[in-house]
Structures are given as structure tokens and as C-alpha cells.
């Protein structure tokens, strides 16, 4: 089964997750010093927040899946679509070990398909192509 991913950036984080914790009845499943993200079941929705320096209210949109089977089946679909998309195979971002695939719609809002397959002791780093299409540059080959 499939869930949607939400990731904001925020100024306060400490002020963000009283907020979001006050609005979802639920405490983050993950908190650190710059990182929450809440594993909903009802909505069905993975919602992470960071305050890491960038623009608040970046955003990036997801579709997280269970299996290896589902990223590449969604993936397939985002090519189908048109779009030009960036492979990410074992990426250490936000706490997480995981195999991803990134692309710009058409107006050019980044989204991620994820299989998150275990976690890592730090936020992690961006390769340069994600970089790119961050910045909403022509990125992948």
C-alpha cells in the first residue's frame, strides 16, 4: 500500500511540531534537533518537517511505497508521464536508508517516489543532480 509524503521546511521547529502534533492527535513517530516526521494511518500520509536553512515553506511532494516492485512500477509511471527522472539508489536522507526516484512536474514542484528500507544516525546530504532539480535546474540524464 501506498502512502503520501509531505515535506516542509520550517523556521521554529520546536513551535512546528507543538503545532502539527497538536493538529494530527499525534506525537512525531521521529523527532530530532532538525528533523519530525509523523507516520500517519488516518490520513494515510507520511509528513516530515526541517529546519535546515532553506526557504520555509519549500516543499516537496512523495509517494512512498513497501517494496523495490512499487518504486519502480510508480517510477514507470513518472516516465510515462513525460518527465525527465533521477534515479537515487541507496540514499541516506532525513534519518532514512532508502532507493528513490525524483522529477519536476509541470510546474515544476519536485516529487519523490521512496522505498525506505532501514535508518541512519544523521539527516544525510544531497547529491549535486538532486541539488539541481532542488533549484528547479535541468538536472538528470
Not at 512546528?16 to 507516520?39: C, H, I, N, Q
Not at 518527465?83 to 532514512?96: D, I, K, M
Not at 532507493?99 to 541512519?120: C, I, N, Q, S, Y
Amino acid at each position: 500500500m501506498k502512502r503520501i509524503h509531505i515535506g516542509l521546511e520550517v523556521q521554529d521547529l520546536t513551535q512546528s511540531v507543538r503545532f502539527y502534533t497538536d493538529l494530527f492527535g499525534a506525537a512525531p513517530t521521529l523527532e530530532k534537533s532538525d528533523y519530525a516526521k509523523w507516520m500517519l494511518e488516518d490520513p494515510r500520509v507520511n509528513f516530515s518537517i526541517t529546519a535546515r536553512g532553506r526557504s520555509v515553506g519549500a516543499v516537496h511532494f512523495g509517494i512512498q511505497v513497501e517494496s523495490a516492485e512499487e518504486l519502480h512500477e510508480v517510477a514507470g509511471r513518472l516516465q510515462q508521464a513525460g518527465r525527465e527522472v533521477l534515479a537515487e539508489s541507496e540514499a541516506e536522507c532525513c534519518y532514512h536508508h532508502s532507493d528513490k526516484a525524483w522529477v519536476l512536474d509541470p510546474d515544476r514542484l519536485r516529487w519523490e517516489t521512496f522505498h525506505t528500507h532501514g535508518e541512519v544516525a544523521h539527516f544525510g546530504e544531497e547529491n549535486a543532480e538532486l541539488e539541481a532539480l532542488r533549484a528547479g535546474r535541468k538536472c538528470c540524464s
